[in-house]
């Protein structure tokens, strides 16, 4: 559902996928990291701050060597709560008051510790919701965006919402917040942006229960929302980018997302609604060169896995990997954030969820991590984060984020990260808020230290893929 590294660090959906167990030098890295990005960072930029404060909460929590103590946990809990609450931003407001509740679901946690007599943190986090107004996104895509925002951080919240066994507060007799939510969906001019952030809303929708709201009521918000795709053309509210894209990558990225939505409701008929959505599938990634398509990939290859149309869709997996593949020999990691600076870390996740990491050799790892000192030329430092999130994302993955954890002769004798991080613009001014990305990383990495053989919440072991094992 959460397979991409975009929903992860960009929207902070899924953090901790894949637990492994503790390791005190990769919380020591964490912590270092952290205290390098306090010193550059001022306190009013309180996003990071939380992240820091969250970091360490889990790492004290899943220390196998840490000492219970209720009264220390709850203090702890008091002061994390504090720092959250000190966002701002209510969008970053919401998203912090999410992994918190993810955190205590995912940690097994006391919800108590969040909700008695006098306090009701998940009623703060729901709150924080209504206070976000459309279009305050500051990029080069004005106009486009409406409440994709707001509609974004309600998937971050309703999840967490549900990990912590709180579904029910979503639908009550005074409120439907499902209902609300959808109905944002067409405050969202851009085909792209509503199907992106419509795939993960109606996917979180699907997971929760409450489907009889996207399809059985007055309307059916996801025939509406791909119906709304074929109109791409005729809208042509594109979105932009520092780097031109072709069109056609434009149109199969939100109709990938949305198949994985159809996947989670179970309803195989969506697939032909009101196309045949496969085949448009298959016509869009066939006009993008694999220098772009690579960052679909993980999307195209989840989305048929979990519709059960891997086989047919992709008969020979191999030869496609291999494609996939081919494109680490053509992208320079270090020429742009986008396309070039990402491909890496999409082509060794997706080689790592196929099974194919005999496709990526040692020589491409080292030129990812010896790439990001090329960032630092000035040209786009809002965006410098995204390299650097994914690599740091993928590496720890893989089970090699030594490499950009410990010193580097391409980095002067520090680590790439901590290069990475001594070169932030004074104050972060000029990555502003999407230096958080890294933070989200650390955060990710410390939350997957729960323990190898840490269960599922129980929000996703009930759930299966109907159309995969149909």
């Avoid at 942006?193 to 009521?217: C, N, P, Q, T």
């Avoid at 980095?411 to 999407?434: F, M, T």
Wanted: proline share 6%.
């Amino acid at each position: 559902m959460i397979a991409a590294p975009w929903s992860r660090l960009i929207r902070g959906i899924g953090l901790g996928q894949y637990p492994i167990d503790y390791d005190p030098a990769i919380a020591g890295h964490i912590r270092t990291n952290f205290d390098l990005i306090a010193e550059k960072v001022p306190r009013s930029t309180s996003y990071p701050h939380f992240c820091r404060a969250l970091a360490e909460f889990v790492l004290q929590v899943v220390d196998p060597a840490a000492e219970a103590d209720e009264v220390g946990t709850a203090q702890s809990v008091t002061s994390l709560l504090d720092v959250a609450r000190a966002e701002s931003n209510p969008y970053f407001r919401a998203m912090a008051g999410s992994l918190v509740l993810d955190t205590f679901a995912k940690l097994g946690l006391d919800l108590s510790l969040l909700v008695d007599g006098e306090l009701d943190f998940p009623a703060e986090v729901l709150a924080a919701l209504d206070e976000i107004a459309p279009d305050q996104i500051a990029d080069e895509n004005r106009g486009r965006h409406g409440d994709y925002e707001r509609l974004s951080a309600s998937s971050n919240v309703f999840l967490a919402i549900g990990q912590v066994g709180l579904r029910d507060r979503l639908v009550t007799d005074d409120r439907n917040r499902i209902v609300e939510a959808l109905n944002l969906l067409e405050n969202i001019p851009a085909p792209y942006f509503r199907g992106r952030s419509g795939s993960m809303f109606l996917s979180v929708v699907a997971l929760l229960g409450y489907e009889e709201y996207i399809f059985d009521g007055d309307r059916d918000y996801m025939k509406e929302t791909l119906e709304y795709l074929t109109r791409a053309d005729e809208l042509g509210i594109f979105p932009s980018f520092p780097n031109e894209i072709p069109t056609p990558w434009m149109k199969a990225y939100p109709l990938l997302t949305m198949l994985n939505a159809i996947a989670l409701s179970g309803r195989a008929e969506y697939l032909n609604t009101p196309i045949d959505w496969l085949a448009e599938a298959r016509t869009l990634l066939d006009q993008v060169g694999w220098e772009h398509r690579v960052h679909m990939s993980q999307y195209y290859i989840i989305a048929l896995y979990n519709l059960g149309r891997l086989g047919d869709e992709l008969p020979d997996m191999d030869a496609y990997m291999r494609d996939v593949a081919s494109v680490l020999d053509l992208a320079d990691p270090g020429a742009n954030f986008f396309p070039d600076g990402i491909s890496y870390p999409y082509i060794i996740e997706v080689a790592m969820l196929t099974g194919r990491m005999d496709l990526i050799p040692d020589e491409a790892l080292a030129r990812m991590v010896d790439a990001l000192r090329n960032f630092d030329s000035g040209i786009d430092r809002a965006n410098n984060a995204f390299p650097v999130s994914y690599a740091l994302n993928v590496l720890g993955e893989i089970d090699e984020a030594e490499l950009i954890f410990t010193p580097r002769d391409h980095y002067d004798g520090k680590s790439a990260l901590e290069w990475v991080i001594d070169n932030i613009s004074e104050g972060g001014e000029e990555e502003q808020l999407r230096l958080y990305m890294i933070p989200h990383a650390l955060v990710s990495y410390a939350l997957r230290m729960r323990g190898a053989q840490a269960p599922e919440t129980e929000l996703f072991r009930g759930f299966r893929y109907r159309l995969a094992v149909a």
